[in-house]
């Protein structure tokens, strides 16, 4: 990886950010695990930004070939374990020839790549005619909801802003489609090592569904819900437009 990548630097040798993952809830990748599952039998899946291999795990003992990179060594070290396909990559090129794998996916990547436009045309290249990319990041544009996390989701002025800042890049998908480019943010390091605050890109379903939809996919859902919730109340959220204002960006689109 080069020095003109500093953030994503910044894992590479991170052992306390793998320790970190390593103590996460199962339960939390469930619904990103599920919708990378292949269609048909054999299908190959990729999971980009694999972490210490928990969603690897799970298809690989459900009898399904799944491939993890990740940029960070600790990670893949431990990932490892779990399957003989997971492997160390610069964070920039997927190491794998165009339509290679049935499914693609990355949960919680996006908001950390420092290029992530080029992130996503990745995932899509690596995806065959007809296969599912999942790609799942926090909302840091949501106008709606309560117990926000980090300083870009509080208060009634940034929800404002947010609500604002996403009608004009609606605008601007339409007017200007080049000049459509996720918005960025400085980093928040703290120990110890606390989730989604060292993020650098202010992820949000709108752009997600653009730039996926720009570079050559069908998109089937955008949902608010990136955990399996009681399903009477995942469908009342994600019912209405308000979805995009809301809780986190699950976006599940098809390579045409």
């Known amino acids: 990886m080069s020095e003109s990548r500093p953030h994503e630097n910044y894992y590479r040798g991170n052992q306390a950010y793998a320790d970190f993952l390593a103590g996460w809830d199962p339960a939390f990748y469930g619904k990103y695990t599920d919708a990378l599952r292949p269609s048909t039998p054999g299908g190959r899946v990729l999971d980009v930004g694999c972490g210490v291999g928990q969603v690897v ?6 009898g399904i070939e799944a491939h993890g990179v990740d940029v960070s060594a600790p990670n893949i070290e431990k990932a490892s374990k779990f399957s003989s396909h997971c492997s160390l990559y610069d964070g920039r090129r997927l190491p794998y020839p165009d339509g290679y794998f049935q499914s693609v996916g990355a949960l919680n990547v996006l908001e950390h790549v420092d290029e992530p436009e080029a992130f996503l045309k990745e995932l899509v290249r690596v995806a065959s005619p007809g296969g599912r990319i999942v790609v799942s990041s926090p909302n840091f544009r949501r106008a709606i909801g309560l117990r926000d996390y980090h300083p870009r989701m509080r208060g009634l002025g940034n929800k404002w802003e947010n609500w604002c800042r996403l009608q004009e890049k609606r605008r601007l998908m339409r007017s ?9 943010t400085p980093p928040i390091i703290k120990e110890p090592f606390e989730p989604d605050d060292d993020a650098i890109i202010l992820t949000n379903g709108v752009e997600m569904e653009f730039f996926l939809t720009r570079y050559g996919c069908e998109v089937e859902r955008v949902d608010c819900t990136d955990r399996k919730v009681f399903a009477p109340l995942d469908w009342l959220l994600n019912a209405t437009p308000l979805r995009y204002y809301m809780f986190s960006a699950f976006v599940v689109g098809r390579k045409r």
């Open 57 to 62: 795990q799970a298809l690989t003992r459900d």
């Open 176 to 184: 200007a489609p080049d000049q459509v480019r996720f918005d960025r």
